[in-house]
């Protein structure tokens, strides 16, 4: 087939598959057993912005984020009622032309602490700034922690003494990287002690909590700066004690992935649920680990919603399981759209729902916070016509509907094949395939053998530790089924994941092809110096987002399977391309209009 018309077949049928609800991601089959709707949304101030929300004791909600009035920026701290209702706002500038508020907690007085940033202009640092305020909304005091970064605090603790804990990250500049900390204040904004934590070149902190035995739990991200080599990339957990000083520490290390937690709570059991987000496969997926006491992974889920991203920023308990809060990106061929997502797993991780709820065009999502009544509250940054403004969204307490009846039909790893260094490790993904299409993560629950251990070994969660150089294979087993990964394990000198030195190609950005047909693809290595291009297609390691939509066999095929819209990668070495790919349902066989009524008539006359 002619690639000549791809672009024409790609924007005449994504409009089609937009109008019957075709495209991947846009309805969303899955073991959905409860249903939220949305009870009220307001907007709050005018070229404003959303980022935090708390409820208080009174029943109502505490929300944060930022105003700008007339050429200044505000911290903007909104006192609400159960409706939304305003009852009192400020908005705080602290001698600074760009403030910001991010979280904040209810005090044990009733008043309330609030944590964001300042920055004059001309200024390169926006260091913390801390504001008190009583339960009026009248400000008691305020603070500056003065540091040379751009402060971002995630979470703050009143401490049975009543002092503060906030816990953050500082962005420095002109190097790109963080600097985690903790800081511990008195009830008068007094600086007690001021700690850094320094594993890396970039360390970051996203959430604290009190620990089940004493202490604090905070969890994060390592890594290398932005500017530097390195494949070192892992989640972080920390416990400290009352000083703030390193009781232990664990580093869940995956090469090349951005591995980073981004929320913490405590489970029923006295453990841990860490919720985080990483790389797999070049694509967003997100994470929940359960630990124990002591930080020992005990279980591991993934869940990722097709070619669609989901980030969360919040990890909450509900009467179910658990809740993770955040937004859900979707792009397609003519635009792309955001959404306050809420994703329910029950004790085990197991998904229970994914519940999507729109209004005008979002800009942004904040940290959303569930509600006494078992629902949620989003806050987040909105577009109407040109203006931004602070909107919040009451979405009600699940309501049970009827699941959905359905039984396994296989099981399968998201790849054909994992490469790895030699003494790395990396994750993978096995998914159950049930017999309405859906699709859910089996990473901890099945049974993994590996074919060599000395070249390669597999622990519980699926995640795979290369030995030697050699190729090899692991499987998985569940319920009766398996499923083969092969798996190729390189020296640890070994050039194959730098990107190469000149560029690789597609021979096209995009693609169309009827579903059961096949298309030949090329792709080529060049030289920048000479143009010169070379055919590499054989070599080359071809994914899909939706294999089961379309995907490359080894000689470099692309073969539509079913109707729809997905991405292809193709990667050779370290470098990587892709292509958007559209596959179309079959013609329907033309149909002698003549001859029909010829026969219509005949029919007619017989009855009469």
């Known amino acids: 087939m002619s690639r000549k018309y791809s672009r024409l077949w790609i924007a005449c049928f994504a409009g089609l598959l937009l109008m019957f609800g075709l495209m991947p991601g846009l309805s969303h089959a899955s073991a959905d057993s409860v249903q939220s709707a949305v009870e009220w949304s307001r907007d709050y101030g005018s070229r404003s912005t959303g980022e935090g929300v708390i409820t208080t004791s009174d029943g109502g909600y505490l929300a944060v984020g930022g105003v700008y009035e007339s050429y200044e920026k505000a911290a903007y701290i909104l006192k609400l009622d159960a409706e939304g209702e305003v009852e009192w706002e400020q908005k705080l500038k602290y001698n600074a032309t760009n403030n910001m508020a991010y979280t904040a907690i209810e005090t044990k007085d009733g008043g309330y602490l609030v944590a964001g940033s300042t920055n004059a202009d001309g200024e390169p640092v926006s260091p913390l700034y801390i504001m008190r305020l009583d339960s009026s909304g009248k400000v008691l005091w305020e603070k500056v922690q003065e540091d040379y970064m751009h402060s971002s605090p995630k979470a703050i603790i009143e401490t049975d003494d009543g002092d503060f804990l906030v816990a953050g990250s500082g962005l420095i500049s002109w190097v790109i990287y963080e600097k985690a900390y903790i800081f511990k204040i008195d009830k008068n904004g007094n600086t007690l002690w001021y700690n850094k934590y320094n594993y890396t070149d970039s360390v970051a902190f996203n959430d604290l909590i009190p620990a089940n035995d004493g202490g604090y739990i905070a969890v994060g991200s390592v890594g290398r700066a932005e500017y530097e080599p390195g494949d070192l990339d892992a989640m972080l957990m920390v416990k400290i004690d009352d000083q703030g000083k390193e009781v232990w520490s664990k580093q869940f290390k995956e090469p090349d992935s951005a591995w980073t937690a981004f929320s913490v709570t405590a489970s029923g059991d006295g453990g841990y649920v860490i919720g985080s987000g990483k790389r797999v496969n070049r694509n967003h997926v997100n994470v929940l680990t359960k630990t124990?006491?002591?930080?020992?992974?005990?279980?591991?889920?993934?869940?990722?919603?097709?070619?669609?991203?989901?980030?969360?920023?919040?990890?909450?308990?509900?009467?179910?399981?658990?809740?993770?809060?955040?937004?859900?990106?979707?792009?397609?061929?003519?635009?792309?759209?955001?959404?306050?997502?809420?994703?329910?797993?029950?004790?085990?991780?197991?998904?229970?729902?994914?519940?999507?709820?729109?209004?005008?065009?979002?800009?942004?999502?904040?940290?959303?916070?569930?509600?006494?009544?078992?629902?949620?509250?989003?806050?987040?940054?909105?577009?109407?016509?040109?203006?931004?403004?602070?909107?919040?969204?009451?979405?009600?307490?699940?309501?049970?509907?009827?699941?959905?009846?359905?039984?396994?039909?296989?099981?399968?790893?998201?790849?054909?094949?994992?490469?790895?260094?030699?003494?790395?490790?990396?994750?993978?993904?096995?998914?159950?395939?049930?017999?309405?299409?859906?699709?859910?993560?089996?990473?901890?629950?099945?049974?993994?053998?590996?074919?060599?251990?000395?070249?390669?070994?597999?622990?519980?969660?699926?995640?795979?530790?290369?030995?030697?150089?050699?190729?090899?294979?692991?499987?998985?087993?569940?319920?009766?089924?398996?499923?083969?990964?092969?798996?190729?394990?390189?020296?640890?000198?070994?050039?194959?994941?730098?990107?190469?030195?000149?560029?690789?190609?597609?021979?096209?950005?995009?693609?169309?092809?009827?579903?059961?047909?096949?298309?030949?693809?090329?792709?080529?290595?060049?030289?920048?110096?000479?143009?010169?291009?070379?055919?590499?297609?054989?070599?080359?390691?071809?994914?899909?987002?939706?294999?089961?939509?379309?995907?490359?066999?080894?000689?470099?095929?692309?073969?539509?399977?079913?109707?729809?819209?997905?991405?292809?990668?193709?990667?050779?070495?370290?470098?990587?391309?892709?292509?958007?790919?559209?596959?179309?349902?079959?013609?329907?066989?033309?149909?002698?209009?003549?001859?029909?009524?010829?026969?219509?008539?005949?029919?007619?006359?017989?009855?009469?």
């Open 292 to 608: 124990d006491l002591n930080g020992q992974v005990q279980w591991e889920k993934t869940y990722r919603d097709g070619t669609n991203s989901e980030y969360f920023k919040r990890l909450v308990r509900t009467k179910d399981g658990y809740a993770m809060l955040g937004e859900h990106f979707s792009r397609n061929s003519l635009d792309y759209k955001r959404q306050y997502d809420v994703l329910s797993v029950d004790r085990n991780g197991e998904l229970i729902s994914r519940e999507l709820f729109k209004g005008p065009p979002i800009y942004s999502v904040g940290s959303a916070a569930v509600t006494p009544d078992g629902g949620f509250i989003f806050p987040g940054t909105i577009k109407r016509g040109d203006v931004t403004k602070f909107q919040l969204m009451k979405l009600s307490h699940s309501v049970n509907i009827p699941p959905v009846e359905r039984t396994l039909t296989g099981i399968s790893f998201t790849e054909k094949d994992k490469k790895l260094k030699a003494g790395t490790n990396v994750s993978t993904v096995l998914q159950a395939v049930y017999s309405d299409g859906t699709r859910s993560d089996l990473s901890s629950t099945a049974d993994y053998v590996s074919a060599d251990s000395a070249i390669v070994e597999i622990d519980a969660l699926g995640r795979i530790t290369g030995h030697e150089p050699g190729n090899s294979y692991v499987e998985a087993t569940y319920e009766g089924f398996t499923a083969r990964l092969n798996v190729t394990v390189f020296p640890e000198d070994t050039d194959e994941f730098d990107p190469v030195s000149g560029y690789i190609k597609l021979d096209s950005y995009e693609y169309s092809l009827v579903e059961g047909s096949m298309l030949d693809l090329k792709v080529l290595l060049g030289n920048y110096n000479n143009q010169n291009e070379i055919d590499i297609t054989r070599q080359t390691t071809f994914i899909s987002d939706h294999p089961d939509i379309a995907g490359v066999d080894e000689e470099g095929n692309l073969i539509g399977h079913k109707r729809g819209i997905t991405k292809i990668y193709a990667q050779y070495k370290g470098s990587i391309i892709s292509a958007n790919v559209l596959v179309v349902r079959a013609s329907v066989p033309e149909v002698d209009l003549q001859s029909d009524s010829d026969e219509s008539a005949k029919g007619a006359i017989v009855e009469e």
